[in-house]
């Protein structure tokens, strides 16, 4: 079965600093993984996907994630934080191209000035 | 192009009322997904339509739960009778046919719809 495991329910980081979002999955074949984003009062977007081909995914607004299949893991960075930052990311896998997404509980990133 | 839209936003009934929520795919989208997220807990899928065919009702909680996707457009999703513990956030998405050869149909998700049971 897919699982996946989002360290971290908050994180805090200053504006201008390395942003960095740990997810850990589980899956029994390949899957496809994803960082979804959720601003205050509106849906879900993606940020990036790995579907397969090259393993450091880049994203939207700066963001990346690598997957290492050897840690089982597909964290997501971003050099430098930016206020408009803030907001509530999910990890999540899928097996299946039009498969079920499975999320993980989702990680509030607040920034500091 | 108009994204996934659903109805209401925010609905507060009290426990053993019947709410309807609806969702609006993306035109000509094929696939329509339903997800609820508890609060303080995951998302977690509910069911998939293919067209109007469930495809994957195996997250669907219980029998009070009934979605329809009548003619392979918008979908509704009946709660009868609501109880306390359904209350969370349910977000629709939806995704273009699975015949459109692309490695992966990202799906697209509405704002969601909070549904508070008192």
């Known amino acids: 079965a897919q699982s996946v495991t989002q360290l971290g329910s908050h994180v805090s980081v200053s504006e201008g600093a390395l942003v960095l979002l740990r997810c850990n999955y589980s899956?029994?074949?390949?899957?496809?993984l994803f960082w979804y984003v959720q601003y205050p009062n509106q849906g879900l977007q993606l940020l990036l996907k790995?579907?397969?081909?090259?393993?450091l995914v880049k994203g939207i607004n700066g963001f990346e994630a690598e997957f290492k299949k050897s840690e089982t893991s597909f964290h997501l960075t971003k050099p430098s934080a930016h206020m408009s930052d803030a907001a509530e990311y999910f990890c999540?896998?899928?097996?299946?191209?039009?498969?079920?997404?499975?999320f993980g509980k989702g990680t509030r990133l607040h920034i500091l000035p | 192009e108009a994204g996934v839209t659903q109805f209401p936003s925010h609905s507060v009934i009290e426990k053993g009322q019947t709410v309807t929520l609806r969702c609006d795919p993306i035109?000509?989208?094929?696939?329509l997904y339903w997800y609820r997220r508890v609060m303080g807990k995951e998302i977690k899928f509910l069911l998939h339509?293919?067209?109007?065919?469930?495809?994957?009702e195996s997250g669907m909680p219980n029998n009070r739960f009934l979605a329809e996707r009548t003619g392979g457009t918008y979908s509704t999703l009946k709660v009868q009778p609501a109880e306390l513990e359904d209350s969370g956030v349910y977000f629709c998405?939806?995704?273009?046919?699975?015949?459109?050869?692309?490695?992966?149909?990202?799906?697209?998700f509405g704002p969601g719809t909070r549904l508070t049971v008192l």
């Open positions: 035109s000509g989208h094929d696939n």
């Open positions: 998405a939806s995704s273009q046919d699975w015949t459109s050869g692309s490695t992966y149909n990202e799906q697209f």
């Open positions: 999540a896998v899928s097996l299946n191209r039009d498969d079920k997404i499975i």
């Open positions: 790995y579907t397969s081909a090259a393993t």
């Open positions: 899956s029994s074949v390949p899957p496809y």
């Open positions: 339509f293919v067209k109007e065919s469930k495809q994957d």
